[in-house]
Each structure stands twice: as structure tokens, then as C-alpha cells.
């Protein structure tokens, strides 16, 4: 089984800043994925990026990188130049990549950008 | 492309009457997931179809809930009877394979 633990219930930043939003992971997988999803206050999850576990380059999706570290099982969400826009839940799940595809999820991260 | 499409968005009904929400995934995946969003357990998988095969329904959470989907572009999660307990956003999402996982809009389901 899968543990998601993301210890940050809400973070506040200012805009154009960069803010990180922690996710530590469980897994007994040797090959897995790691996944970030954005929910707006509208309600919609909103793929934001992937890692995989073999990957040796940490992902990046324009202003949003993956800072992967395995041996900790970590894997922390950076959000660069931070926008009134971001402001949402950020949900950490992991899936496994064998024949069990289902995602778990942490609990969020809520941010709030401040202008 | 269209992505996932559920129906209804929001779904407002009485205790012990029938609910049925619907989910067409995106063309072409084989993964099709279903999970519910409350505030007290957060993002939860009910059940996943491979292929239109039900896999893994260990989430479903009693004998209330049932999932079908009778094709590769439609499935559905039926509530028999409603309880006010099972008020919460229900998430379809699809996904080729291990790939990444596009979620529906969801279902807004509150049973009074």
C-alpha cells in the first residue's frame, strides 16, 4: 500500500515568488509515478506534472518543477514566479507502474498568493 | 480534444432515492476511475475498470454503490438508496495505461 503525506495545510506567498510544497511518499514499488494535481476553487483537478521513479532528471512543466529525491522518498513541488492565479489546492499522488494503476493522494496543500 | 465529460455536474436529491452519475473518458484510454472527494477523508478511489473490466472495486463503500460500464466511451455510478452520508464530489478520470490520469469535472452530489 501507498502513504501520501503532505504536511503543509495552507501556505501563503507573495506574488512573483517561488513556493515549495512538500510531499514525502511510501511505497514498497520499486517502479512507480509521481503525480501533482492542481484544484481551484472551482473544483476541477488539473494535471500539473509527472515523475517517474527511474527518471533521472527531476521534471519540469514551465513554472512548475518536481524536486525528486529518492533515497528520501520525497517528491516537493516548486512553483516559480507565483501568480494570483495559483491560488488552489495542490494535491501529491502516487500511482504504482505495475498492473495496479490507481493514484493515492495526499491530504493538499492550500496556497494563497498575496499580491 | 475533449476531455472527460460528467453528467450531471451537480445533483441535488432526497434520502433513500436513486442517483446515477455518468462518465464518458477520453477517446482511446483504457483506465477509467472513479473517486469520490469529502472533506473529512479527502480524494478516495471507489472502483477502476480496465478495458470495461471492473479490476479493483475494494473502495466502493457498500453495497449501495455499484459501477458499470457497458462500453469503452461510457460508465456509470449508480447510489441505491441515497444516504445524506454519500453527499460529496464525485471524480471520473481516464487514463491510457500507467500514464497520467485526466479527471472529469466531477459531480457535485448532495443528498438531503
Known amino acids: 500500500a501507498q502513504k501520501i503525506t503532505q504536511t503543509q495545510p495552507g501556505m501563503f506567498v507573495q506574488e512573483k515568488e517561488a513556493v515549495t510544497l512538500d510531499c514525502t511518499y511510501d511505497t514498497s514499488d520499486q517502479s512507480y509515478g509521481l503525480f501533482w494535481y492542481k484544484q481551484p476553487s472551482s473544483g476541477e483537478m488539473i494535471f500539473l506534472i509527472y515523475?517517474?521513479?527511474?527518471?533521472?532528471q527531476n521534471a519540469t512543466e514551465g513554472r512548475y518543477s518536481l524536486n525528486f529525491q529518492k533515497a528520501r522518498k520525497s517528491a516537493n513541488l516548486v512553483i516559480s514566479a507565483s501568480q494570483l492565479g495559483d491560488s488552489a489546492m495542490y494535491f501529491c499522488a502516487m500511482s504504482p507502474r505495475s498492473n495496479d494503476y490507481k493514484l493515492s493522494f495526499g491530504a493538499g496543500t492550500t496556497v494563497t498568493v498575496r499580491a | 480534444d475533449a476531455g472527460v465529460i460528467q453528467s450531471p455536474r451537480h445533483e441535488v436529491t432526497e434520502m433513500g432515492q436513486e442517483v446515477t452519475l455518468r462518465c464518458k473518458p477520453i477517446?482511446?484510454?483504457?483506465?477509467l476511475f472513479w473517486y469520490r472527494q469529502t472533506m473529512m477523508r479527502g480524494l478516495e478511489l471507489l472502483i477502476y475498470?480496465?478495458?470495461?473490466?471492473?479490476?479493483?472495486d475494494s473502495g466502493m463503500p457498500e453495497d449501495r454503490f455499484s459501477a458499470k460500464m457497458p462500453n469503452a466511451s461510457f460508465s456509470t455510478l449508480k447510489i441505491q438508496p441515497s444516504e445524506p452520508r454519500d453527499s460529496a464530489v464525485y471524480f471520473c478520470?481516464?487514463?491510457?495505461?500507467?500514464?497520467?490520469?485526466?479527471f472529469g469535472p466531477g459531480t457535485r452530489l448532495t443528498v438531503l
Open positions: 475498470f480496465n478495458n470495461n473490466v471492473p479490476i479493483d
Open positions: 478520470a481516464s487514463s491510457f495505461g500507467p500514464d497520467t490520469q485526466y
Open positions: 477517446s482511446g484510454h483504457d483506465y
Open positions: 515523475q517517474g521513479s527511474y527518471d533521472e
